[in-house]
């Protein structure tokens, strides 16, 4: 396989050096089980010092799982979430937020580009208010960020959305899946881009992003930290050995190690990106702002990049477009020459 | 902290140096994410050759997560799990079984030391059918391998277990966290103590004996397949960078690795038991099987062997007894001079 | 009140004549409780002779339970339902379905006037199937007739459904709350709209036709039977004294007095849709096949309408359209004289 | 049959006179559904003047329904409920309370008789909280009067209990069943067994004493108002026609209608205690205080009573005994004739 060509996902990389050296020191003697350990209390401090403000922070192995704990965490199972229809955690967890939340719905949401705006959830909190007990009570809007689609919200959007929902009784859930990548691209603190613009809780993840198996719930709700810390358990969530899900998270906090990552990943991707607009055999279908490129070319071209060694996933087209999607991920363990390499190939192709 | 000197559980270790070296080997270059790696494609060959049999192996983080995907997914919600009362997925887990099984409650009974019988078995199951539909009806007999009081059944006692439950319609788990001591015990194969026996499905714990996070479902129910594959997507147990768990349990199978920790961990005890029963300042609860100890003896003589750098947990007595009880585990990277030491402590206190 | 000018709902009725004769009948002395009564028997050989097939019939007391039942019987919580996104059980059941179904989510669709045809279905069920475990299985597919526009399916269509439903591996549930409506509509027998067509489950409601509270499962499938049974007890739905509830459905089918109810409620309906076609006033959303009339008009008319002693619901409007949007139903229990004091007053309203 | 001489159970009675007359007082013209009726409205007012303080009334249709309901809108799903290991929600309600709580598990007690005493609630809430997050945590105490073993507490346990509980922070729910013959037995008013001695949610009965199919949760914790009107919803358990449930109710309460029934049924359980207590043929295992008998004699005696058109069920005996355990209930529709000529037969019998 041509490790460096292949734009997949971002999860095919392996462990960051940084990171698997916290691992290795994280190995010796014995330590508490179950969060007790030298490792779990310097994460907490750490955790404080990268958002500037008091929170749980509760590491989980797999984004699915810190979605799902994070949003059924907030919600009676008679409550519901809104979101956009393309919402990871609609379309990709295999059902796992209703199967945490005990059968909490979603309000889906059809904004363009994955986007949501305050007027949506406005009018959608109303409709189902107004049915009263025949649906399910609105409690909390998660927005991704960067989002499904590869788009990045602003400060501002950030905050009307927060503050929208927040004036209808909601909380604001963030995936944060590839929080760093839109960090990067805002060039804004940690804490401007969560509970400073309003949000109540975030999934933040690391895994894309250099890590072996760490997410992490992050709660500025004090008042629900017993519930994240119950249903982490009882989910079969909770390492034992919760030293190395600790570690993890310090050398990737550690340095801005998780900002240097995704900003490798994102200058990767604004490189392809530029190269791509020049070149007619392919359309971009919308700006990149973190390190997803969604992009429209021919099967015959496809086939011959993958020819190359090349590969990317093919994309369920938007409903009103009819040519091939793609969609690129970039990671922070490819090379510049990766990038020229396939926009040569592209340019090369001659279709007929 | 007298690392040596701990006896608190077998999940304070560390990471051994085999499955470092195991989980070392699989960082380089990308690899398919999901499970479609080449590691977890060579853990399946490696697994059917360890148990000598069709199997379905699906690693997880925790041994939590594993008897809760294995029990929910040989379940429909109105089904019900004999065990014991003292069973760990009923009193350790913090609810994960019936909130994985959607609420299939426990139907608990009472043995002597954790051990059931078929004819409790037989009863119970027998009682319950006759409350028709009032009734959750009777689907799974579980029995830990060693169990919660570090007992280990015979083969004989497995089989006439097993037998019993499968003429019942029932299907059997075996919680084996501690699968490798029990394993040790009766120097017996893998598959003369699992399948051969007629345990349906399993759950085999590595971390207790060297690895870092691993524990899996070992399902000999090739109908149930899809079952646990889609159970462990929902759940958020299913890593993305999968290499990772595989690789872990590639080191813990190799060589025979886990049986020479095991055996170490055994040895201890072993050892421990045997110094203990010349010691008049303590009593032994039952016989040591595994690498679990539980011993009576004095708050004074705790007080002072935890000034010297000793520790355990106190554990709760049965309700026949009265005296302060405690659990003492062993693991395999301690040393016989941490045994001895222990055993030389106890001789020289005095009551009085 | 006006009790005749109420359009907003068939269940304000009162019970029947007839199935209030039937419980009243069934009121003396003892019968033993939880469906062990005498009009259960009854009842059991009384809906087999309707359907003419074998088939399960599960009273209980509500829509939302039946369809909560049914479709949790068929699915295992991994598993998702296909609907049209206006589906009852999607926009009016607080979320009892993944309830139920611990979680199962729907997968929805958007055919014109709430009906799906079976290319949208065919496309939805690949699409979901491409993502593997990512996504929920598809499993059951659940279509209302009629449906929640008040449209009736063909035999035809119905068949075409369900065929295609089979061949993609999918049971086929139907919701019935207005199956009767239905049957008038096509002048069929119940066995060629439900079992015939290939219908494996279905929804029966009789309280929006007369009945006090009398809603059933009819299930088709008999390797289901022990799933209902159960299901229905821990969902504490079964009744101790089932009587009651065999007795209205015995009722309910005597002399086909659930089709003279439906009959009635249709040429009423029919009676009002003719009225409307001819008024300037309104304009009548879609075809009227059962007992809803879907029907644009004015603010101002409706609140003339209501200081007459009429009264309705809005509902709301599909996405494409402007006008205030209004849903009348019609009852077996009202008079000619109500359908044309409503089109005597619409008539008599001018604008401006 | 012989419908006076069945002492199976108090579900098998018919409805009584005043019920059913209160249910066609109600059959009159439309009501508008889901308990916007003018029969809903005044039972809140009936419901509050017979318990004397303000409360929610959420009347349902089935006692598992009420007692699920109940518990499960007090509950977060990692929080868990203190109950006698008799209880009937443990062992007749086939899992309904791990259903509606999305997997809260039982703590199980196993006080004399089914009665629970604050020491061993502590002494269990402590242990459970002893194990942090690996145990679910203690949330509601549930206790039942007149219990499984037909015992009724005294008002001074009753708040001996709600104060034990109330101490260590837990909710207390009971399982009122028969609160009515409990009243009688202890000649109090509604709110003095309830709300005053420290009740925060009831389960209330009625169908074993006379109604159709009418039971209840009567919270007296505001705060959860919303969680018990929407999960009613999505349970399934909202009529439409609400009248006819909350006509019941109002005939039931209407001129203590209630309480005459429970009366009547717990005299003629005294006269049946007390003639048994003379003949040697039977043992009474315990008191009887409510409607309940609980008595040993052998299975020829049983044999010959079946014969002679006499029914009662036979009852698992407690661990400590060997006799056949049979109990009889009596109902507010039986005759005094019925219970002097079951003490009549026994009396003739002859062991031989």
């Known amino acids: 396989m041509h490790h460096d060509r292949s ?36 994460l907490t401090q750490a955790a404080q010092a990268v958002f500037e403000c008091e929170l749980e922070f509760i590491p989980v192995s797999t984004g699915t799982a810190a979605n799902a704990l994070a949003l059924s965490g907030m919600l009676e ?19 796992a937020i209703p199967f945490y939340s005990a059968g909490s719905p979603f309000l889906l949401m059809k904004g363009t580009d994955g986007k949501l705006t305050p007027n949506e959830i406005r009018s959608t909190v109303e409709r189902a208010l107004s049915l009263g007990i025949h649906h399910s009570k609105p409690k909390v809007l998660s927005i991704a960020q960067a989002n499904e689609w590869g788009r990045v919200y602003t400060l501002d959007e950030l905050k009307a959305l927060c503050d929208c929902a927040h004036e209808l009784g ?60 119950y ?12 030293r190395y899900l600790a570690a993890q998270w310090l050398g990737y906090f550690q340095h801005d190690h998780w900002r240097h990552n995704a900003a490798r990943a994102n200058q990767l991707a604004a490189r392809l990106e530029a190269g791509l607009k020049q070149l007619p055999q392919v359309r971009l279908l919308m700006p990149v702002e973190a390190n997803e490129i969604f992009v429209e070319f021919s099967n ?53």
Request: with cysteine; proline share 4%; net charge negative.
């Open 170 to 229: 909601l909380w604001v859930h963030m995936d944060g899946a590839r929080f760093g990548n839109a960090l990067e691209r805002l060039h804004v603190s940690p804490h401007a881009m969560s509970r400073g613009v309003g949000v109540d809780v975030l999934s933040l993840g690391a895994t894309k992003n250099g890590a072996m198996a760490a997410e992490a719930v992050v709660s500025f709700l004090p008042e629900r930290a017993q519930a994240f810390g």
């Open 300 to 352: 015959a071209l496809a086939t011959q990049l993958r020819a190359l060694g090349f590969d990317f996933y093919d994309w369920p087209a938007p409903a009103e477009s009819t040519a091939p999607l793609w969609r690129l991920v970039t990671r922070f363990d490819q090379s510049e020459a990766a990038i020229d390499a396939f926009l040569q190939a592209v340019s090369q192709f001659q279709n007929g």
């Open 231 to 242: 249903r982490r358990k009882r989910a079969g969530l909770l390492h034992s050995k919760m």
């Open 77 to 95: 199972p008679f409550e519901c979430i809104l979101c956009h229809e393309s919402a990871h955690l609609v379309t990709d967890e295999c059902g």
């Open 7 to 42: 734009f997949t996902s971002d999860n095919i990389s392996p462990i960051s050096p940084e990171i698997l050296e916290a691992i290795l020191n994280a190995n010796h003697g014995t330590q508490a089980s179950y969060g007790n350990d030298e490792w779990s209390r310097q």
